[in-house]
T-cell receptor, first 114, second 112 residues
Framework: AQSVSQHNHHVILSEAASLELGCNYSYGGTVNLFWYVQYPGQHLQLLLKYFSGDPLVKGIKGFEAEFIKSKFSFNLRKPSVQWSDTAEYFCAVKGNQAGTALIFGKGTTLSVSS | DSGVTQTPKHLITATGQRVTLRCSPRSGDLSVYWYQQSLDQGLQFLIQYYNGEERAKGNILERFSAQQFPDLHSELNLSSLELGDSALYFC???????????FGPGTRLLVL
């Protein structure tokens, strides 16, 4: 079955700490991968995406993610978090054919204390 | 602001009722997607329309239906509402199937 697994439900960090959020997927075929962020009371915003090419992708606000095909993983990283990064983070996967749905993980809540 | 608009922002209704949620995609986007976000199920894909035609179907109940109009806006109709239908309903749009989806602000539905 197609699925996305986010390992951490809730992560608590202090400002300036490094962040890594795990994401593994189960999906047959070629995939497109995404990380979305949902700030409190707001809608989902795209952080970064991977379609093909360099497996290390850089997104907005200093975030990056690495696609490791052999591990079916797409972990999100940031070297130094800020209080404003407090939000919920969703990993998502989609097949690259027409008519395939975007499948989301359950999300990871990040709380950053100042 | 993603450019995707949704109305209303909030909706409170009673069990057994029917509601309609509206979504306007980003200018030029042909695809519209509907998602339901609840605490227990997370973000679930419901249905996709592309240029007026149904393109993909997810975990959408038979009590729910959707359509996309010639001006590309979409409506999600929820009928015979149950308490468990209380959730945040998001619309997203993209210009092609394989491209990035941009999400609207959502409609928060509360069924009492």
């Amino acid at each position: 079955a197609q699925s996305v697994s986010q390992h951490n439900h809730h992560v608590i960090l202090s400002e300036a700490a490094s962040l890594e959020l795990g994401c593994n997927y189960s999906y047959g075929g070629t995939v497109n991968l995404f990380w979305y962020v949902q700030y409190p009371g707001q809608h989902l915003q795209l952080l970064l995406k991977y379609f093909s090419g360099d497996p290390l992708v850089k997104g907005i606000k200093g975030f990056e993610a690495e696609f490791i095909k052999s591990k079916f993983s797409f972990n999100l990283r940031k070297p130094s978090v800020q209080w404003s990064d407090t939000a919920e983070y969703f990993c998502a996967v989609k097949g690259n054919q027409a008519g395939t749905a975007l499948i989301f993980g359950k999300g990871t809540t990040l709380s950053v204390s100042s | 602001d993603s450019g995707v608009t949704q109305t209303p922002k909030h909706l409170i209704t009673a069990t057994g009722q029917r509601v309609t949620l509206r979504c306007s995609p980003r200018s030029g986007d042909l695809s519209v997607y509907w998602y339901q976000q609840s605490l227990d199920q997370g973000l679930q894909f419901l249905i996709q329309y592309y240029n007026g035609e149904e393109r993909a179907k997810g975990n959408i109940l038979e009590r729910f239906s959707a359509q996309q109009f010639p001006d590309l806006h979409s409506e999600l109709n929820l009928s015979s509402l149950e308490l468990g239908d209380s959730a945040l309903y998001f619309c997203a749009s993209s210009d092609r199937d394989q491209e990035t989806q941009y999400f609207g602000p959502g409609t928060r539905l509360l069924v009492l």
